[in-house]
């Protein structure tokens, strides 16, 4: 999900989707515009001011001298409280619009579909979600106070100008679509490098992500040194995109100041010989001038907004490719309460993109309520493609899966998931408390919170924690052993009041102590649960009623421990290989 640098950007309907999310805050829009209004109302008063100073000042009977400096400070102090309250009203708009855009971001991350994540890195989604919404929504703000700030006072002095001299005023814009070309030149240029250099800083923070989450890889490999040299030559390629689009930004400034340098001398220089032919008395020379110079300093700011507005797009564009991730499909129609646990499947295939060939094959296997179900079988078998199959991720090519003879892909996805409890091979927990991970998206429960990490085999140690189970576990459980943290996510499972659970080398990192510590907990619901384990290990299935032995997604025989050995197949092999 990167962004194009694209010759021809459309960024309007960008600009669109941004305005969605600022327009419901649009009476925060509606102050900010009446404040800088207000500020952009003294800005005439100023060369007025000199106007009268220098035409009625040096009389001495005319005013007091001292009411100039009590006028002029009144008048900045009442701009710069227009200006503050402005600036305030919009950041309020800018941080509730960043909210919404965030909450946007992440609901489309958590409904896109599985296949998503295996392009989406990590440290992507996070800049996405996090980064990206403020830094777009900064620039334009800034964009946004500029030319308040600057484009009203601007356009009240170009009023005043035109009431003081209409003739010099009009010709005073002679450089405008010089600089209007300028910046369109400029802003295309921008594009295009701006998107290169997104890309490039999405990659950079791909690269510490891997880092971060692997860092006990690199060191085993000694890989420092490597790791070095692939983040320098990224750095790198970021720093050089990052210069190039500061050179260009950098460009429209003085070139726009040179063309405004050349009306502005030809301004002056007209209005001399004006007021040489006219006999124009100085305060009126002096105001115009005056007035120019501070539009002039205006329009300057003026013309570097193009850059943040494209910037920001730029910016705006690759989150929101976030956005426009495809959805989880789910047409399901049908709800289920609580499921008694049956699962059939019924000559399923299905074969993953780009793969070789099918990862399950015309498998047909029944899984009944309340029994102990293994699968068992080489690597590469089909055996977490079933349970992949199972809780939705994927839909089978052909074929049926039934629960409680529900098809499932007639059941709403939650529904469907309701009725699992998963722990995989692959461990996740939460930076939160261990009471937080156990009760994940739970109500919590003391009696069941002490039950569950007791038949996790646990319990002793959570006592030992400093702050019992509301000790935080870290990152991904960073604070916790390789055991621990299996057993926290076996925990997890055993709380979630699911009518299947399902273990997948769920104890593949636990001692032999601890995995019978928790096999025994398991057996206690024989009967009441539908479990299904997946494991290499042949001692964790024995005790199954039924285990299915399973090779290059098809089903090759199915029975008991005891029955399987007596027929001396596949899975009587597996046994004898183990032993050796």
């Known amino acids: 999900m ?45 060369p007025e001011l000199l106007r009268t100073v220098f035409g009625k000042g040096f009389q001495a009977s005319s005013f007091s001298v001292w009411w100039v400096p009590v006028v002029l400070i009144g008048l900045f102090a009442l701009r710069g409280l227009f200006g503050f309250l402005g600036q305030y009203m919009l950041n309020q708009t800018l941080t509730r619009s960043v909210m919404d855009m965030r909450r946007s971001l992440l609901d489309a991350l958590l409904r896109a579909d599985a296949s998503a994540y295996t392009s989406l890195q990590p440290g992507a989604a996070v800049t996405k979600v996090v980064n990206d919404p403020n830094q777009v929504l900064t620039l334009l703000s800034g964009t946004v106070v500029s030319v308040l700030r600057d484009g009203l006072p601007a356009i009240a002095m170009l009023g005043y100008l035109l009431y003081l001299n209409w003739q010099l005023t009009l010709l005073s814009m002679i450089t405008t679509p010089a600089m209007a070309f300028v910046v369109k030149r400029v802003n295309r240029r921008v594009q295009q490098i701006g998107a290169r250099n997104y890309d490039a800083q999405l990659e950079l923070v791909n690269k510490v992500d891997d880092i971060t989450r692997a860092w006990r890889v690199v060191r085993s490999f000694d890989a420092g040194d490597y790791e070095r040299g692939r983040f320098a030559d990224i750095a790198r390629k970021v720093q050089r995109s990052a210069l190039k689009v500061s050179a260009t930004n950098a460009l429209t400034q003085p070139l726009s100041q040179l063309m405004a340098s050349v009306g502005l001398s030809l301004i002056v220089s007209l209005a001399l010989l004006q007021a040489r032919q006219t006999n124009t008395g100085v305060e009126e020379f002096a105001a115009f001038v005056t007035a120019l110079l501070l539009m002039t300093s205006r329009l300057r700011h003026l013309s570097d907004l193009a850059q943040p507005i494209t910037n920001a797009l730029v910016i705006a564009r690759g989150c929101f490719s976030l956005l426009d991730t495809p959805a989880e499909p789910d047409r399901g129609t049908q709800d289920l309460a609580l499921a008694r646990g049956e699962l059939s499947l019924r000559e399923v295939k299905l074969q993953y993109p780009g793969a070789e060939r099918p990862a399950l094959d015309g498998l047909s296997m029944l899984i009944k309520p309340g029994q102990t179900t293994a699968l068992v079988g080489a690597s590469g078998a089909g055996k977490s493609s079933v349970i992949h199959l199972l809780l939705g991720f994927a839909q089978p090519d052909s074929g049926q899966i039934l629960l409680d003879g529900h098809d499932i892909q007639d059941l709403r996805r939650a529904a469907l998931r309701r009725q699992f409890a998963v722990v995989s091979q692959d461990i996740v927990l939460f930076d939160a408390s261990v009471a937080d991970n156990v009760a994940y998206a739970q109500p919590r429960d003391a009696a069941r919170l002490e039950q569950a990490l007791r038949a996790a085999h646990l319990w002793d140690f959570v006592q030992t924690l400093p702050q019992g189970i509301e000790t935080p576990v870290g990152a991904n459980g960073s604070k916790l052993s390789g055991g621990q943290r299996q057993r926290l996510a076996i925990a997890r499972a055993l709380y979630k009041e699911a009518p299947i659970w399902v273990f997948d080398e769920a104890t593949s990192a636990l001692d032999t102590e601890s995995e019978r510590a928790v096999q025994q907990a398991l057996e206690q619901w024989q009967g009441k649960k539908t479990l299904i384990l997946i494991a290499h290990r042949l001692s964790t299935v024995r005790a199954a009623d039924c285990i299915h032995v399973m090779s290059n997604g098809r089903l090759l025989e199915s029975g008991s421990h005891a029955e399987l050995l007596a027929t001396d197949g596949a899975y009587a092999a597996m046994v004898r290989a183990q032993h050796d």
């Open 2 to 46: 990167t962004v194009e640098a694209a010759t021809a950007p459309d960024l309007k309907s960008t600009a669109r989707r941004v305005l969605r999310y600022v327009l419901p805050h649009r009476l925060g829009l509606f102050w900010t515009v009446l404040a800088y209004i207000g500020a952009a109302c003294t800005e005439p008063l100023i």
